[in-house]
Nanobody, 125 residues
Framework: QVQLVESGGGLVQAGGSLRLSCAAS????????MGWFRQAPGKEREFVAA????????AYADSVKGRFTISRDNAKNTVFLQMNSLKPEDTAVYYC??????????????????WGQGTQVTVSS
């Protein structure tokens, strides 16, 4: 069992930055692939970014590539999403997710086993 708690969301103007955190507890955090997804009102949940258990491999959605950076601190059981140059279209509830697997980083939400409760990010124009 893995428990995930996100924090760091809020209201920011376009062009601004936010840093999301996801604190994990439970089983071995360092052996999980960690991902961030987001869901805007009326839209499906979409992949944002993910990171391998070692941190050596990352993956990003095209819409955030070059603006968002995912990282993790296995000693603190925490994964981060640094979001820069935010746009109004980044407005969504952001979810942290954990995949109890190795291998390639999955993009599909069904591949992730545990989810946080979400944190709201609102970008004003």
């Amino acid at each position: 069992q893995v428990q995930l708690v996100e924090s760091g969301g809020g209201l920011v103007q376009a062009g601004g930055s936010l840093r999301l955190s996801c604190a994990a507890s439970g089983r071995a955090f360092s052996r999980t692939i960690m991902g961030w997804f987001r869901q805007a009102p009326g839209k499906e949940r979409e992949f944002v970014a993910a990171i391998s258990w070692s941190g050596a491999n990352t993956a990003y959605a095209d819409s955030v590539k070059g603006r968002f950076t995912i990282s993790r601190d296995n000693a603190k059981n925490t994964v981060f999403l640094q979001m820069n140059s935010l746009k109004p279209e980044d407005t969504a509830v952001y979810y942290c997710a954990a995949a109890l697997r190795g291998g390639s980083i999955p993009w599909r939400s069904v591949a992730y086993d545990y989810w946080g409760q979400g944190t709201q990010v609102t970008v004003s124009s």
